[in-house]
């Protein structure tokens, strides 16, 4: 059974940074893309940001909301992907959730909370 483990959610004031982690069970080249999705209290969970982890290209994709500000990046070694959030806004607050994605199925995380408060 794949096992994503996140970790790096917090709280922070807005205008700062923090930076995702999604460490997994399994190789991140087994799946086709890695993603980070984010749900707030009453809404739908969003797409925030994606990236190509089956072949070595890296191909990435950002939600126009989080685009300029946040940056996905995979390292293949540590079978990890990271989102590096700067610029925070109390907009950006939810629960932050790894998926990993492949033809057959898809795989979550148990979700990390980031806050951006003063």
């Known amino acids: 059974q794949v096992q994503l483990v996140e970790s790096g959610g917090g709280l922070v004031q807005p205008g700062g940074s923090l930076r995702l982690s999604c460490a997994a069970s399994?190789?991140?080249?087994?799946?086709?893309?890695m993603g980070w999705y984010r749900q707030a209290p009453g809404k739908q969970r969003e797409l925030v940001a994606r990236?190509?982890?089956?072949?070595?290209?890296?191909?990435?994709y950002y939600a126009d909301s989080v685009k300029g500000r946040f940056t996905i990046a995979k390292n293949t070694d540590k079978n990890t992907v990271y989102l590096q959030m700067n610029s925070l806004k109390p907009e950006d607050t939810a629960v932050y959730y790894c998926k990993a994605h492949r033809l057959t199925r898809d795989y979550w995380g148990q979700g990390t909370q980031v806050t951006v408060s003063s």
């Open positions: 990236i190509t982890s089956g072949t070595s290209d890296g191909s990435t």
């Open positions: 399994e190789s991140i080249f087994s799946f086709v893309t």
